[in-house]
């Protein structure tokens, strides 16, 4: 092997876009990885500035490869390893998919059925692959008789399961002016991502401290 390529198989799992080489090999087999339209078997080697596509249901990911390794590293160093080239509308298909999955299920339906539960599987899926090196300690959400945005309180309850972790370390992402109030009266950061609601000028002048152009680059406000 030179050392300017790299098996993609090894690839995709050492830059942290499948958990094991095993999953990433199989994603292969299926036909779920290529490269400008044709398949890539799990041998195949790639090289420096190919743009691998991997299809993860109901979207499309584009990976730009930035450094042929095949040596797993950790989350923090994937922005040097590949560039997340997704098409901006292949993230708008998974809002979609996930707004209808979601948002269309009525109050009182009792506990989430089987096909629920799969659907919420496939909704924090990539959770893990991209963050597999943060521990996830605490998730909340808009609850009834709670406070909602941009009343600081759900930051301050979710803190209390972080001891020793002070506001002034605090990131929080959200796509709105809303949201980058939210972070200011929080005592916190603010990341405004650009795939979302308001665009760059709407967030900045919100006081947005980071902008995000895709998923990946919240890794660089931390």
Same mark, same amino acid.
């Given at each position: 092997m030179k050392n300017n390529e790299a098996r993609i198989d090894k690839w995709l799992w *050492? @830059?942290?876009?499948f958990k094991t080489r095993t999953i990433a090999?199989?994603? #292969?087999?299926?036909?779920?990885?290529? /490269?400008?339209? *044709?398949?890539?078997?799990?041998?195949?080697?790639? !090289?420096?500035?190919?743009v691998i596509d991997v299809r993860k249901p109901p979207i499309t990911y584009s990976f730009r490869v930035l450094q042929t390794i095949e040596k797993r590293v950790g989350a923090k160093l994937v922005p040097e390893v590949m560039e997340n080239v997704t098409a901006p509308e292949q993230y %708008? $298909? =998974? %809002? /979609? @998919?996930?707004?209808?999955g979601f948002i269309g299920r009525a109050k009182g339906l009792g506990r989430p059925?089987?096909? &629920? !539960? !799969?659907?919420?599987d496939e909704f924090t899926s990539d959770m893990p692959e991209f963050f597999g090196d943060f521990d996830f300690v605490r998730i $909340?959400?808009? !609850?009834e008789g709670k406070p909602i945005k941009p009343d600081p309180a759900i930051v301050h309850e979710a /803190? %209390?399961? +972080?001891?020793?972790?002070? =506001? &002034? %370390? +605090?990131?929080? #992402?959200?796509?709105? &002016? +809303?949201? /980058? =109030?939210?972070?200011?009266? @929080?005592? *916190?950061?603010? @990341?405004? #991502? $650009?795939?979302g609601f308001r665009d760059e000028a709407e967030l900045k002048a919100?006081? *947005?401290d980071y902008l995000a152009r895709v998923p990946l680059g919240i890794l660089e406000c931390l």
């Open positions: *050492a @830059a942290r876009i090999a199989a994603a #292969c087999k299926k036909g779920q990885v290529s /490269m400008k339209g *044709a398949q890539l078997k799990p041998s195949r080697t790639i !090289r420096v500035g190919d %708008e $298909l =998974l %809002e /979609m @998919a996930k707004i209808s059925t089987k096909k &629920d !539960r !799969r659907s919420l $909340l959400g808009q !609850r /803190m %209390e399961g +972080v001891p020793g972790i002070g =506001l &002034d %370390e +605090v990131v929080y #992402c959200g796509d709105s &002016d +809303v949201d /980058m =109030l939210f972070a200011k009266n @929080a005592g *916190a950061k603010g @990341a405004g #991502c $650009l795939w919100a006081g *947005a």
